[in-house]
């Protein structure tokens, strides 16, 4: 939709990928705020295993349903294995690049997650999207970005649940979580335009930058 300044995306996007994921938030929420268990415990972490595997039952099965055939080499299969186990061992070295980097120059380590750590951790998503967006598959590159959300609110979570991970800053916990969940209500609200046309204006992508 080059004509309307549109971000176009397929409306199915909204009950497959998006919507279920604030349901992953809301889960966590209910999990870890509460003052009465708050925080992460065994049990927790078990729970949001569950809930990622129905996420990803409820995305291929309404795929499958609604969405085009796509016939995959064993080539493609093997490429896309090794791409993700690079961008997982990328991601683990580049944490561990910022600690240090946290460490040498001093400051908190909550600083330091927000403004380094964070951003860092974000590079090999950003180079991912943009790759898979440049070749025109614009749908899969922003809902690769919630795919990859649910992974973090639910698996990573799942080492923390085991040791019983307590929240230290409650006020930066729930700020957090709020604004997480956010981005899929904001997706959800802003891809409908009309009846035949689905996607993001300009001034949505503002607003999805300025929050």
Excluded: C
């Excluded at 049990?43 to 996420?55: E, K, R």
């Amino acid at each position: 939709h080059l004509d309307a300044n549109m971000l176009a995306l397929n409306k199915r996007s909204v009950p497959v990928l998006s919507l279920p994921y604030l349901g992953i938030i809301a889960l966590v929420a209910i999990l870890t705020i509460p003052k009465a268990w708050r925080g992460l415990q065994p049990v927790d972490g078990w729970i949001m295993l569950g809930a990622y595997a129905a996420f990803l039952a409820h995305a291929i099965i309404r795929g499958r349903k609604e969405g085009e055939k796509v016939k995959w080499t064993q080539k493609k299969i093997w490429l896309s294995i090794a791409g993700a186990i690079a961008i997982a061992a990328g991601a683990f070295f580049i944490v561990k690049a910022t600690e240090n980097i946290v460490s040498a120059l001093g400051i908190s380590q909550i600083v330091g997650g927000l403004f380094i750590t964070g951003i860092m951790t974000t590079a090999p998503e950003v180079f991912k999207t943009w790759s898979v967006v440049k070749g025109g598959e614009v749908t899969a590159g922003t809902t690769s970005v919630i795919a990859d959300n649910a992974i973090t609110m639910t698996v990573a979570f799942f080492p923390l649940a085991l040791v019983s991970t307590p929240v230290q800053d409650f006020q930066l916990y729930w700020v957090n979580l709020a604004f997480v969940g956010l981005m899929p209500l904001l997706y959800s609200l802003f891809v409908h335009q009309s009846k035949d046309l689905h996607g993001f204006s300009r001034w949505q992508v503002f607003v999805f930058d300025a929050a």
